[in-house]
Nanobody, 125 residues
């Protein structure tokens, strides 16, 4: 049974930082590209960042470029999203997802094979 479990969300003031983690089980992580997505109330789920199975390539949405950093530790079956300089518009439920592909990654929602349950991030003064 595949499980992706996100953690690390919470309430933070504008300009603050959070580190999200996604612990994977039931899959062989080195065969999967991993991505982070978010969904704000009343909006569609959007891709934030992704990383290839071997960490050779990463992608960031323009809205988070320079502020967020994605990384992974395949030995620990865990993917991370370091979020700095947070803004109120970063508020939403953050999901990690796994895409069974080697050598590339995408933040297309429809391409993802497995999803976590999400963790809430709220940026507010």
């Amino acid at each position: 049974q595949v499980q992706l479990v996100e953690s690390g969300g919470g309430l933070v003031q504008p300009g603050g930082s959070l580190r999200l983690s996604c612990a994977a089980s039931g899959i062989t992580l080195p065969y999967y590209a991993m991505g982070w997505f978010r969904q704000a109330p009343g909006k569609e789920r959007e891709g934030v960042s992704c990383i290839t199975n071997g960490s050779s390539k990463t992608y960031y949405a323009d809205s988070v470029k320079g502020r967020f950093t994605i990384s992974r530790d395949n030995a620990k079956n865990t993917v991370y999203l370091q979020m700095n300089s947070l803004k109120p518009e970063d508020t939403g439920v953050y999901y990690c997802a796994a895409d069974y592909v080697i050598g590339s990654c995408t933040v297309r929602v429809d391409n993802q094979d497995h999803w976590g349950q999400g963790t809430q991030v709220t940026v507010s003064a």
